[in-house]
């Protein structure tokens, strides 16, 4: 699977960002996750393709909302009150198969200034 990422870019506190990333084929969910530097790669939010149930990290609850088009295979990262610690080159992950094979897109720089 084959995972391409857009979006990102340079926005001051307070603004907005629309992370994308289609995959090649199908998945067993798909997330987002951030690595700042000299910080340890976390997860930001998670969504399941059966289901389409969610989950976020504690820090991007009510600010940031993941969504999916399982038609195109592609998740979207609505990324709203941005703030300068949400810094950080943001990856895209899939999980695929039965044995849950982890993805990774390129990564893709979000730069939240004060």
């Known amino acids: 699977v084959q995972l391409v990422e857009s979006g990102g870019g340079s926005v001051q506190a307070g603004g907005s960002l629309r992370l994308s990333c289609a995959a090649s084929g199908s998945t067993f969910s798909m997330a987002w996750y951030r690595q700042a530097p000299g910080k340890q790669r976390e997860l930001v939010a998670t969504?399941?393709?059966?289901?389409?149930?969610?989950n976020y990290a504690d820090s991007v609850k009510g600010r940031f909302t993941i969504s999916r088009d399982n038609a195109k295979n592609t998740i979207n990262l609505e990324m709203n009150s941005l703030k300068p610690e949400d810094t950080a080159v943001y990856y895209c992950n899939a999980r695929v198969g039965r044995l849950l094979v982890d993805y990774w897109g390129q990564g893709t720089q979000v730069t939240v200034s004060s």
């Open positions: 969504i399941f393709s059966g289901s389409s149930n969610t």
